[in-house]
């Protein structure tokens, strides 16, 4: 017998830590036992877990490598991305495949699944994004749950005339869902509003990037949030997961219909729980279009951080996903000079996730088994990839991370991998390191070091989410 042997690490998954070695066979987990008791002989590569956590690998429920976007696409490509992932600790994204109006649902899928052939460095899936609702989309639904592995599809409150769905087509692909049980996904900020606002603001000459952040309210994200989970109760209390939530009245709707028992989930992103419109999206001239995103960053004098972090120790918030869609400052984030409503949005975290969240855990923000069930397992069940992924147990993929608590990481445009030109994160120092990352029982990263190919990730056909009834 051939293997790898974890050994004198303590496991952490949503059961908390335990003191446990994991023995690795092929490309799946094949046991773990009591610190000692495992295999003695064997010809079995070990390795010295000690003094680190080994944690599933992670799974970023929502990128975009190569998004078309405002004239321009996301930088990194699905080899840089996902090598960079790896790097962070993350096992597996699910990426967007994107039907624009008019356009053939499968023949988007068709294209996202040309983009990643033989390009991937982790395994990945998709999510469709549906651009246009009409009777063809809505069996294509059916078609994509039934034989394609897609479970999951996102809708557009938000940028009217490019992927925007008004409430009628919004109720007709959550009947639909609700039919098939896939989990719908929601854009939530009132997308004609919003235009009317930065109409309003380049009128006045209010151009600089802060005003992406005021022009896009908090109470416009709350507004659509409550309106698709009433959206969401008509049909049948379709299965809905509103996508980045950044601000506290999104996230009481989130609650109060969580309180009452519904489909209703949500994810945050790392951006809304660390940086703040006047630090970033505020910076000097024209440096805060590095932080263009949407949702916004929101203002550090209301309380919209420390209510996400804790709505992420009571579950209102299931998810940390990244929503990471790279662009560089130079020649792309530029385009918006002299008017912030053409900067590209978008912030490259991909790299960074598992390390910002462990900083949580030592800040005392959340537990280590709530670190390792937002960044992995629940990611993995929610979205239909649970048990193949997201926890350390006999049968799934050996996606390992040993994670050295006793390190430190420092992020920065000279050491991160992503293919941008300037870090969101710059400066920024986690009191933790990935040390080890391990996808489906190859070693990818050792220390600093690289070890895995372009081409080892694979496709990964996912099921229904685990939370549904």
């Keep these: 017998m051939t293997g790898l042997l974890i050994k004198g690490g303590t496991v952490v998954g949503p059961q908390g830590p335990i003191s446990a070695d994991v023995l690795v066979v092929g490309e799946k987990i094949s046991a773990l036992f009591m ?135 919004i109720l007709r692909a959550m009947q639909k869902a609700r039919d098939n049980g896939a989990m719908i996904m929601m854009h939530a900020e009132n997308g004609p509003a919003i235009d009317v606002l930065v109409k309003q603001a380049l009128e006045r000459g209010e151009t600089d990037p802060i005003y992406h952040g005021i022009t896009r309210p908090e109470a416009l994200e709350a507004e659509a949030t409550s309106r698709a989970i009433w959206l969401a109760s008509v049909a049948a209390d379709c299965p809905l997961y509103i996508v980045h939530l950044s601000a506290s009245k999104a996230l009481e709707q989130v609650a109060a219909a969580r309180d009452l028992g519904r489909n209703v989930f949500a ?32 203002s550090k004098h209301e309380t919209h951080r420390a209510d996400l972090w804790k ?37 490259g975290s991909v790299e960074h996730r598992v390390d910002l969240l462990y900083q949580g855990v030592v800040d005392g923000k959340l537990s280590l088994a709530r670190w390792v069930e937002t960044i992995a397992t629940t990611p993995a069940r929610m979205f239909g990839l649970f048990p193949q992924k997201g926890i350390i147990a006999p049968g799934s993929d050996a996606d390992i991370v040993l994670y050295d608590p006793a390190a430190r990481t420092r992020i920065g445009v000279e050491t991160h991998h992503m293919n941008m030109d300037y870090s969101a994160w ?27 190919t372009k081409g080892h990730g694979r496709f990964v056909r996912r099921g229904l989410s685990d939370y549904l009834i």
Excluded at 69 to 88: E, H, I, L, P, V
Excluded at 267 to 284: F, K, R, S, V
Excluded at 322 to 335: N, R, V, Y
Excluded at 426 to 446: N, P, Q, Y
């Design 35 to 169: 610190p000692g008791d495992g295999p003695v002989e064997g010809d079995f590569e070990v390795l010295d877990a000690t003094g680190k956590y080994v944690i599933p690998g992670a799974v970023d429920a929502h990128t975009h490598m190569e998004m078309p976007f405002g004239g321009t696409k996301a930088s990194d490509t699905f080899d840089t991305g996902t090598r960079a992932a790896a790097f962070g600790g993350t096992t597996t994204i699910i990426d967007f495949a994107i039907q624009r109006y008019g356009e053939v649902v499968q023949d988007g899928l068709a294209a996202w699944h040309a983009k990643t052939e033989g390009e991937c460095h982790i395994d990945y899936a998709f999510h469709m994004i549906l651009g246009g609702v009409d009777d063809d989309s809505l069996k294509a639904m059916d078609q994509l749950v039934a034989s394609e592995g897609i479970t999951s599809f996102k809708l557009f409150m938000a940028y009217p005339g490019v992927f925007y769905s008004d409430d009628g087509q």
């Design 311 to 347: 709505g992420l120790r009571s579950n209102d918030l299931s998810v940390v996903s990244t929503d990471h869609c790279p662009f560089c400052f130079k020649d792309q984030k530029d385009m918006g000079i002299g008017d912030f409503s053409k900067i590209p949005n978008g912030i």
């Design 267 to 298: 994810e945050t992103c790392p951006q809304y729980l660390y940086l703040t419109l006047e630090d970033q999206l505020g910076a000097d001239g024209f440096e805060g279009a590095k932080w263009v995103c949407s949702t916004p960053l929101r």
């Design 426 to 452: 710059e400066g920024f120092e986690i009191a933790g390191k990935v040390d080890t990352v391990i996808s489906r029982g190859t070693v990818l990263v050792s220390g600093d070091t690289y070890h895995g």
